[in-house]
């Protein structure tokens, strides 16, 4: 495949790639032929102990050798490679045990010495994965797992990944069947054995594998294949209904019929429909990892509002994967990314998802406004710190600052804006370039222009922010440079889009079907917009807005609500409490527990009950409605 280097370049002079790596005692990557096939094997069948054993046959020469484990994920955008879970190595030579010996600057680094005579390294490990939620994201279950070959495999140093050529299997528990882009050159007894393919694109090819599974085909006839492999905690938790798959198939369609081509020989959504697996959402180049509730099919009105995680990472395929941020596009998994094009990657992925969404039925045109208002309030009410000491583009450093985390103060710290910040961004793109070309041109112009090149291309083809000010200009010419840079930089409200294309943000005291829909399936309840606080189950307070009324009064995240108005705390409780001091002058008071300790509260709020909605705005025409229309 041919890979366009303006990424490799632009991150060897941002990053100083040679004296990082010569610092870190690690030989920088070179643009050359790793001579020689990674072997590698996993022996998955340990679902008891949750164990993958991994053998790896590397060839290589005599003197010194670099092994690496990959540290930064794509899709994470962060150095999160789970090294902490890898255990048990042990590296051999004509069949003698080699000293290795970890870099002190660089652990996601080993270093050996190949004796002479030898012509490869084989290295034995274990990945322990993950026992419970708390040490990590739960891959294997008795009846499922998901192999992430990131975790589960080491590579020379010295090498762009796909320079380095693999021969990858997987040998499953008995009876278990697997998913994967990868494709099967055999199969004996229960291992299969994958055709070769260099290393960047094996680690971008994970496997979803169970005891229960279901293929179902969602685009008929189509050269290039689409499967949803489906992958459950038993037989009815993957009982997709024909109407279900009807809206994956418009999904598949909708992506064409906006862009214009696709980014792969063939793709595979791998949905695991569990309660025990954790849930994931995580895009690759040919395939996603979709990870939803065991009811998520069975409940399907229930669900509705996490539809979006197919079409997001679906998106991914062209927008993160084939096009992707010069910075991002690194020649191996252990120099860093700098993420600095996320609200691109990530913000115009959130904003299709959302579109792609309504346009293939998967939501409705209401549950679109629905969203749109819970992320308009977002950034209207509830991120004072963007308002103040931070701004959305310095949101994209949040995958490496918090990796994640649970932060106190999310509300006013900010975390990982670029996402819904960003979408609100193009949103007010497609209102401008609508604006400038009288309606004939819109986003979906910029998306074909950008993003649906070069069909059936799936080498990366990196870009910059110049880039894609670029294909805006030849769009439609206006100063875009400070369009974008005002929204990225500046610390004004990002709604404008949302009242551009004939719509107003507008607060009630009744709660939308998306709040409803959300309340129940976290257990929580969203106050963030009168009471200034949000609260889970059994009291538990999760986020305090900064100096909204509960913050004022006292009240800090990590409390407990036990009473209210010297009743036992319940959710509907509070929210009458809230509803029935509209009408007098008297503080809702709330007992609470902080530590061991309990005290009374007292919030002097008297604003009633408030919940974001879209109001239509009769003087300006209705473009939100035609931007959701299915194509």
């Known amino acids: 495949m041919k890979v366009i280097h303006l990424a490799s370049a632009l991150v060897a002079s941002a990053f100083g790639l040679a004296s990082f790596s010569s610092f870190a005692g690690v030989p920088a990557p070179q643009d050359v032929p790793y001579q020689g096939t990674l072997k590698i094997s996993v022996d998955a069948t340990d679902v008891a102990h949750r164990i993958f054993r991994v053998a790896e046959v590397i060839p290589a020469k005599p003197g010194p050798l670099t092994l690496l484990y990959p540290q930064w994920i794509p899709g994470n955008h962060s150095p999160t490679g789970p090294i902490d879970k890898m255990a048990g190595l042990v590296l051999t030579a004509n069949g003698k045990t080699l000293t290795w010996k970890r870099d002190p600057l660089n652990v996601y680094a ?51 990944a796909r320079q380095i050529n693999t021969e990858p299997s997987v040998t499953l528990p008995i009876g278990w069947q697997a998913g994967t882009a990868l494709e099967v050159a055999s199969k004996t007894g229960n291992t299969i054995n994958f055709k070769p393919i260099n290393y960047d694109d094996l680690v971008d090819s994970p496997i979803l594998a169970g005891q229960y599974f279901k293929r179902v085909n969602l685009d008929p006839g189509a050269k290039a294949a689409v499967f949803m492999d489906l992958v459950g905690d038993d037989a009815k938790a993957i009982d997709i209904k024909p109407e279900q798959i009807k809206l994956f198939r418009e999904l598949v369609q909708q992506m064409y019929k906006m862009y214009g081509a696709h980014h792969y020989n063939h793709y595979d ?5 569990s309660d025990k697996l954790s849930g994931i959402g995580l895009e690759h180049h040919r395939s996603s990892e979709d990870g939803v509730s065991a009811t998520f099919f069975t409940e399907w009105k229930k669900n509705a509002m996490s539809r979006d995680l197919f079409s997001h990472e679906f998106n991914h395929s062209w927008d993160g994967k084939y096009r992707r941020g010069a910075d991002l596009a690194t020649p191996n998994y252990n120099v860093p990314m700098s993420d600095t094009l996320l609200w691109v990657y990530e913000g115009q992925t959130q904003f299709w998802g959302d579109v792609m969404a309504a346009r293939s039925g998967l939501w409705t045109d209401a549950q679109a406004r629905d969203q749109l208002a819970l992320v308009g309030a977002i950034y209207d009410k509830g991120r004072p710190g963007l308002a103040s000491f931070r701004n959305v583009q310095d949101t994209t450093n949040d995958p490496v600052i918090a990796q994640r985390a649970p932060l106190p103060y999310r509300n006013y710290q900010a975390s990982e804006d670029y996402y819904n910040a960003g979408a609100l961004i193009w949103l007010e793109v497609d209102t401008q370039l609508r604006a400038l070309t009288g309606g004939r041109k819109s986003i979906d112009t910029f998306g074909k222009d950008f993003f649906g090149v070069n069909p059936g291309a799936w080498d990366v083809n990196a870009y910059t922010f110049e880039d894609v000010v670029k294909t805006l200009n030849d769009i439609a010419p206006y100063d875009w440079a400070r369009f974008l840079r005002t929204r990225l930089d500046g610390h004004g409200p990002l709604i404008g889009g949302l009242a551009s294309h004939g719509w107003k943000l507008v607060y009630t005291d009744k709660p939308s079907d998306a709040v409803k829909a959300s309340e129940a399936r976290r257990h929580y309840a969203d106050l963030t917009y009168s009471l200034g606080l949000s609260i889970g189950k059994g009291g538990s307070i999760s986020d305090v807005l900064w100096d909204g009324p509960s913050f004022k009064a006292g009240i800090s995240p990590g409390m407990t609500v036990v009473a209210v108005n010297s009743h036992d705390y319940d959710a509907d409780e509070l929210k009458d409490a809230i509803t029935a001091a509209k009408d007098n002058s008297q503080p809702i008071e709330l007992l609470v527990k902080n530590f061991n300790e309990y005290k009374i509260v007292r919030i002097d709020y008297h604003g009633g009950l408030k919940y974001p909605h ?16 299915a194509r």
């Open 110 to 160: 080993f270093h050996v010495e190949v004796p002479q005579g030898a012509s490869r390294v084989e290295a034995q490990f274990q990945f322990l994965s993950p026992q419970e939620r708390r040490q990590g994201r739960v891959v294997m279950t008795p009846e499922m797992l998901n192999l992430q070959w990131n975790t589960v495999t080491m590579y020379p140093a010295g090498y762009y």
């Open 269 to 273: 959504f791998l949905v695991s429909v």
């Open 614 to 629: 879209l109001q239509r705005d009769s003087g300006k025409p209705d473009t939100l409605t035609t931007l959701l229309k």
